[in-house]
């Protein structure tokens, strides 16, 4: 592997996001680069093509030290891009003592990589962090975090330990902040996708209260480009970045929209609001993503029917 610029490790590369940030880092040919991931919620159809020579897939849980031990110590990584995690509003409600056992992952990132000299960590982190927002759009400096659900407090914790590795150690670090990211291999855990499947199948969209919540949608090539911008540029070294859209959509005009572009027999259907973690409105500040890219970022329009074009 000595031909290879950089050496990369992904945890969590077979998700959404993740496998999205390996297919962009395989296209270099300078990169050289380790997928691990449990495949308890990603999947190996998301990895990249074999035609790609420089990438390797490793099955393993990242909060197992001694299977991250083995892979760390093996390979001397330059960069590591830490997205394993219990993701999902509803998953992870659902799921608390699992989404505690992420901190294990964390401990085991930070304390494998300042031990086999990484030059970087990026974590992703969420706009859950937040809570529920007191200032718009959310910055990443002045906004309160103020959220009480046990993910996001996990993420909370997780953005302390990275701080405090870069301050005792030295170790540097970016947290991205996400916010909803979608694409074609988004899964059925998270509102677009969902809402686009069942307007397929011919199901009713489900809307937990009135649908008046908004939320914002970045596409996730737009996403990718930034992240790794990022990288290569050498950009918000120990620093926090919101990545996302900053266009608010309420949630049942996202319906109306999927079903204007669907067509069929679906309908909207209102159900209870949700006892905790509905949060009335997201819009993340993006001034840090926007100069980076210097362009405007994909529209909805064009996204979803991107995604609608993926599952037909």
């Given at each position: 592997?000595?031909?290879?610029?950089?050496?990369?490790?992904?945890?969590?590369?077979?998700?959404?996001?993740?496998?999205?940030?390996?297919?962009?880092?395989?296209?270099?040919?300078?990169?050289?680069?380790?997928?691990?991931?449990?495949?308890?919620?990603?999947?190996?159809?998301?990895?990249?093509?074999?035609?790609?020579?420089?990438?390797?897939?490793?099955?393993?849980?990242?909060?197992?030290?001694?299977?991250?031990?083995?892979?760390?110590?093996?390979?001397?990584?330059?960069?590591?891009?830490?997205?394993?995690?219990?993701?999902?509003?509803?998953?992870?409600?659902?799921?608390?003592?699992?989404?505690?056992?992420?901190?294990?992952?964390?401990?085991?990132?930070?304390?494998?990589?300042?031990?086999?000299?990484?030059?970087?960590?990026?974590?992703?982190?969420?706009?859950?962090?937040?809570?529920?927002?007191?200032?718009?759009?959310?910055?990443?400096?002045?906004?309160?975090?103020?959220?009480?659900?046990?993910?996001?407090?996990?993420?909370?914790?997780?953005?302390?330990?990275?701080k405090s590795y870069e301050r005792e150690y030295g170790l540097?670090?970016?947290?991205?902040?996400?916010?909803?990211?979608?694409?074609?291999?988004?899964?059925?855990?998270?509102?677009?996708?969902?809402?686009?499947?069942?307007?397929?199948?011919?199901?009713?969209?489900?809307?937990?209260?009135?649908?008046?919540?908004?939320?914002?949608?970045?596409?996730?090539?737009?996403?990718?480009?930034?992240?790794?911008?990022?990288?290569?540029?050498?950009?918000?070294?120990?620093?926090?970045?919101?990545?996302?859209?900053?266009?608010?959509?309420?949630?049942v005009d996202l319906a109306r929209m999927i079903l204007e572009?669907?067509?069929?027999?679906?309908?909207?259907?209102?159900?209870?609001?949700?006892?905790?973690?509905?949060?009335?409105?997201?819009c993340p500040d993006i001034s840090k993503m926007r100069s980076?890219?210097?362009?405007?970022?994909?529209?909805?329009?064009?996204?979803?029917?991107?995604?609608?074009?993926?599952?037909?």
């Amino acid at each position: 592997m000595h031909r290879y610029e950089r050496r990369i490790l992904v945890t969590g590369g077979c998700g959404n996001i993740g496998s999205a940030l390996v297919r962009r880092l395989v296209q270099d040919p300078g990169n050289w680069v380790t997928v691990v991931d449990d495949l308890s919620t990603g999947f190996r159809r998301n990895l990249p093509d074999r035609a790609f020579p420089n990438w390797r897939f490793i099955k393993l849980d990242a909060n197992d030290y001694r299977e991250l031990f083995t892979v760390m110590t093996a390979t001397s990584f330059d960069y590591v891009f830490h997205y394993a995690a219990v993701v999902g509003v509803k998953r992870t409600l659902d799921n608390p003592l699992a989404v505690l056992k992420d901190i294990d992952g964390l401990r085991n990132v930070l304390s494998l990589s300042k031990n086999t000299g990484v030059k970087r960590v990026f974590y992703t982190s969420s706009s859950e962090v937040y809570g529920e927002p007191v200032e718009f759009p959310q910055n990443e400096h002045t906004t309160p975090l103020n959220s009480k659900l046990p993910y996001a407090i996990v993420k909370n914790l997780g953005e302390s330990y990275f701080k405090s590795y870069e301050r005792e150690y030295g170790l540097p670090y970016t947290i991205f902040r996400l916010f909803n990211t979608y694409g074609p291999r988004q899964s059925e855990d998270f509102v677009l996708p969902k809402f686009v499947n069942a307007a397929l199948e011919g199901r009713p969209l489900t809307i937990h209260g009135d649908g008046s919540q908004t939320r914002t949608f970045c596409y996730i090539d737009d996403h990718v480009d930034f992240t790794t911008r990022a990288m290569y540029d050498d950009l918000f070294v120990n620093d926090t970045v919101n990545v996302g859209s900053d266009r608010e959509i309420k949630i049942v005009d996202l319906a109306r929209m999927i079903l204007e572009r669907v067509g069929g027999p679906s309908t909207i259907v209102h159900l209870p609001p949700l006892e905790e973690g509905d949060m009335s409105r997201r819009c993340p500040d993006i001034s840090k993503m926007r100069s980076v890219l210097g362009r405007d970022l994909k529209p909805l329009s064009d996204g979803l029917d991107e995604v609608i074009a993926s599952k037909r």
